[in-house]
Each structure stands twice: as structure tokens, then as C-alpha cells.
């Protein structure tokens, strides 16, 4: 496994400890802007899978070779019979939950294409989003017109655990290291794209949540 570096994206850090070196299978949901590249980089024994309503979400060739597969579904549809039950490790929906309606369903509906004992990683924007100032590339929940619910840790993390999971970390998304890189980050930016992104600041300001939690019970033997 190549070594994760500060800059890491902060997902795969926090996925690290709970990895280690072992092959797995990783089902990304929603896997634009180049993210199996990003996570095969980090973890080559990862076998890396995309589901996205598109292929060319800001993806290019590079990307769809190193994916074992790419499915092509719209997940508010809940139809996921493409998915083979119970045989992920890890389930990402990173900055996907808030362009869904019915985010929780959808959560429900995938959980049990993960085997007991998988890991279950959700990053959205967090509600205090809506009072931060608009900026470029997204810094108020509202930026993007795209976005549609709010969600919170307290309703995410009762649906995971109600569902059959274990919350093992749940929080503010603060990667201290992006934090202190804030002016360079900023800089950065500037120098190469032009203007200042909206990410530059997540880390400092709170932008986002996350809840990493592990599947302890059969999801589909959970009594409604």
C-alpha cells in the first residue's frame, strides 16, 4: 500500500486503521472526479468498484481500467439487483446522500451488499453548511443547486444502527493536517485554477460530517 501523505483524501486516512493490508472489495457509490484513481493509488490490493447514474461524471479511461467494475444505476431508484448481496468490505457514499431525497432509503437498500463485519463510510455537508458564506465550488450547503436534503449524525448514525451497525467514529470533518495547510491549500488554488475553491476551507470551517460504522448483523434479518 502506498503511504498516505497528509493530503491525503481524508476518507481513505480514516479508512486506513480499519483496513490494514489485506485485499478487499470496495463499492463506491457515486465515484466521479477521478476517485477510483485516487483510492487505488493509496490501496492497489483494493478492488475497486463504481456505481454512478453516469459514466463520464468527470472520469476518463484511466479511471474505468482500474475499476473491476462500473455499474450504471441511478440509486433513487433502490433498484441495485446488479449488486451482489453480501459481498463488499467497504461501502463509500462520499458527498452523495445530500443530491438524494431519500438518502436513508438508499443507505437501507445497500447495506446488504455488504459482508458482516464491512465498513460503512458517509460524508455529506453538515447543516451548519447553510450559514457559511457562498463561495466557489461549494461552501454553503446551498452553493449547489444540485443539493437537496439536509442530513445529520444523529438521524444517520440511528439509521445505521438500527439497521445492524456499529458506529465506531462519527463527527466533524476536521483533517487537522488540511487545517493547518489552509493558506497553502488557498494559494494553491489560486495559482493553478484561478481563483480560490470552496474545499480550500472545509476542514477549518466544519463543512462536512462523516460516520464510519461497521455492519455487526445481518441487515436483512433486522425486524421493521
Known amino acids: 500500500m502506498t503511504k498516505l501523505s497528509i493530503v491525503s483524501p481524508t476518507r481513505l486516512k480514516l479508512l486506513k486503521g480499519h483496513i490494514g493490508q489485506q ?72 458527498h452523495i446522500i445530500e443530491h438524494l431525497r431519500n438518502g436513508p432509503e438508499v443507505i437501507q437498500a445497500l447495506l446488504p451488499k455488504i459482508k458482516l463485519g464491512g465498513i460503512v463510510y458517509l460524508e455529506y455537508p453538515s447543516k451548519r453548511s447553510t450559514r457559511f458564506p ?3 465550488g461549494t461552501l454553503n450547503f446551498y452553493d449547489d443547486p444540485s443539493h437537496c436534503r439536509l442530513y445529520d449524525i444523529g438521524e444517520l448514525t440511528a439509521l445505521l444502527s438500527n439497521s445492524g451497525c456499529t458506529v465506531v467514529k462519527a463527527g466533524t470533518r476536521r483533517d487537522w ?23 480550500a476551507f472545509w476542514d477549518i470551517l466544519g463543512f462536512a460530517e462523516y460516520i464510519l460504522a461497521r455492519k455487526s448483523v445481518d441487515s436483512e434479518n433486522i425486524p421493521t
Open 23 to 94: 485485499q478487499f472489495s470496495l463499492l463506491d457509490i457515486g465515484c466521479g472526479n477521478h476517485s477510483a484513481t485516487a483510492t487505488k493509488k493509496y490501496f492497489p490490493n483494493c478492488d475497486y468498484y463504481g456505481v454512478d447514474r453516469m459514466a463520464e461524471y468527470s472520469n476518463d479511461p484511466a479511471d474505468f481500467s482500474i475499476m473491476k467494475q462500473f455499474f450504471e444505476i441511478d440509486v433513487t431508484t433502490l433498484t441495485f439487483g446488479q449488486l451482489p448481496d453480501s459481498f463488499f468490505d467497504v461501502l463509500v457514499m462520499s
Open 134 to 136: 457562498s463561495m466557489r
Open 177 to 199: 493536517a488540511r487545517v493547518f495547510l489552509t493558506p497553502i491549500a488557498a494559494l494553491r488554488s489560486k495559482l493553478v485554477r484561478g481563483h480560490v475553491e470552496a474545499a
